[in-house]
């Protein structure tokens, strides 16, 4: 099965570089262009998560497709660092810590990074069980998800950060039923 993940286009909070998983912001002007100005692989199914700047880009990229909002697909819950960028947080010392850790820290106040990936891998494993007679599915979702299933999924084996992906960007893959390998990126 072809799968393309594509992360949503920009919000102002994404050009203000703060951590919005939660929070649910609609695309910003700039990131409505950009959207317009790129060409995305046809696919015959868009899951997106229930987010409005994921559905917002879905109905931008496949005006002719109704996207399906699927829960669990969305970004982590930040907690403490919801809604902040690096300069509000650079005298956390919890933040300190959670940088040097390589971001595996669990969130103060939010989501365990252990909790929110299983959480996406299981939706995503949910929608291509249910939607397996699709030839081609597009995922409209956040940075973090497509990270969480690659993470899981692709050979060869990879780290989380290496998955990281723009707004506007993401990856064309072929899911096997158990692993995901990467053709290329958008």
Same mark, same amino acid.
């Not at 982590?76 to 960028?85: M, P, Q, V, Y």
């Not at 291509?128 to 050979?155: D, N, P, Q, W």
């Given at each position: *099965?072809?799968?393309?993940?594509?992360?949503?286009?920009?919000?102002?909070?994404?050009?203000?570089?703060?951590? +919005?998983?939660?929070?649910? $912001?609609p695309l /910003?002007?700039?990131? +409505?262009? $950009?959207?317009?100005? !790129?060409?995305?692989?046809?696919?015959?199914?868009?899951?997106?998560?229930?987010?409005?700047? /994921?559905?917002?880009?879905?109905?931008?990229?496949? &005006?002719?497709?109704? &996207?399906?909002?699927?829960?669990?697909?969305?970004? /982590?819950?930040?907690?403490?660092?919801?809604?902040?960028?690096?300069?509000?947080?650079?005298?956390?010392?919890?933040?300190?810590?959670?940088?040097?850790?390589?971001?595996?820290?669990?969130?103060?106040?939010?989501?365990?990074?252990?909790?929110? !990936?299983e959480r /996406?891998?299981?939706?995503?494993? $949910?929608?291509?069980?249910?939607?397996?007679?699709?030839?081609? +599915?597009?995922?409209?979702?956040?940075?973090?998800?497509? *990270?969480?299933?690659?993470?899981?999924?692709?050979?060869?084996?990879?780290?989380?950060?290496?998955?990281q992906v723009?707004?506007?960007?993401?990856?064309?893959?072929?899911?096997?039923?158990?692993?995901?390998?990467?053709?290329?990126?958008?």
């Amino acid at each position: *099965m072809k799968i393309i993940f594509i992360r949503h286009g920009k919000t102002a909070g994404n050009l203000e570089k703060r951590y +919005i998983g939660k929070t649910d $912001e609609p695309l /910003c002007s700039e990131g +409505i262009s $950009e959207l317009g100005g !790129k060409k995305y692989p046809d696919c015959e199914l868009v899951i997106a998560s229930p987010k409005k700047r /994921c559905l917002e880009t879905a109905k931008i990229i496949y &005006p002719d497709l109704k &996207p399906v909002a699927l829960r669990g697909l969305e970004e /982590c819950d930040f907690g403490d660092f919801e809604g902040k960028n690096f300069a509000e947080l650079e005298g956390d010392s919890y933040y300190q810590k959670w940088l040097r850790s390589g971001g595996k820290l669990n969130f103060p106040g939010g989501e365990a990074v252990g909790d929110f !990936k299983e959480r /996406c891998t299981a939706a995503f494993e $949910e929608a291509v069980e249910k939607y397996r007679e699709c030839g081609a +599915i597009s995922f409209v979702v956040h940075g973090g998800t497509i *990270m969480s299933v690659l993470e899981k999924y692709a050979v060869p084996k990879k780290d989380y950060y290496d998955f990281q992906v723009k707004n506007a960007c993401g990856y064309v893959t072929f899911f096997d039923g158990e692993k995901i390998i990467v053709s290329e990126q958008i």
